[in-house]
Nanobody, 122 residues
Framework: QVQLVESGGGLVQAGGSLRLSCVAN????????VGWFRRTPGKEREFVAA????????YYSQSVKGRFTISRDNAKVTVFLQMNSLKPEDTAVYYC???????????????WGQGTQVTVSS
């Protein structure tokens, strides 16, 4: 398994932006699909976005499509989640995950970060 560390969370007003980063400690990350998930208290963790190992394939949940952009820099073993037009309902702990089959579902990933809190105030 790859160790993943997320950063970039914080407190932002509605309509604002944040960019999350997910850095890996292993170069195999560069040939692995990566996803972002989020969890709010009392709810199941939900899919947000995913990116293929090459970066040519990107996938988004309907709730963030058009507002969030996932990208990667394989030379830096880093995946980013640019979040624009944030809404209070985007408030959650955001997790990145990596796995050879990863796209939509949690069980497609075998490495997870510890999460970073995003809070959007109204």
């Amino acid at each position: 398994q790859v160790q993943l560390v997320e950063s970039g969370g914080g407190l932002v007003q509605a309509g604002g932006s944040l960019r999350l980063s997910c850095v890996a400690n292993d170069s195999t990350f560069s040939v692995t699909p990566v996803g972002w998930f989020r969890r709010t208290p009392g709810k199941e963790r939900e899919f947000v976005a995913a990116i293929s190992w090459s970066g040519t394939g990107t996938y988004y949940s309907q709730s963030v499509k058009g507002r969030f952009t996932i990208s990667r820099d394989n030379a830096k073993v880093t995946v980013f989640l640019q979040m624009n037009s944030l809404k209070p309902e985007d408030t959650a702990v955001y997790y990145c995950a990596a796995g050879p089959r990863g796209i939509w579902y949690e069980d497609e990933y075998d490495s997870w970060g510890q999460g970073t809190q995003v809070t959007v105030s109204s």
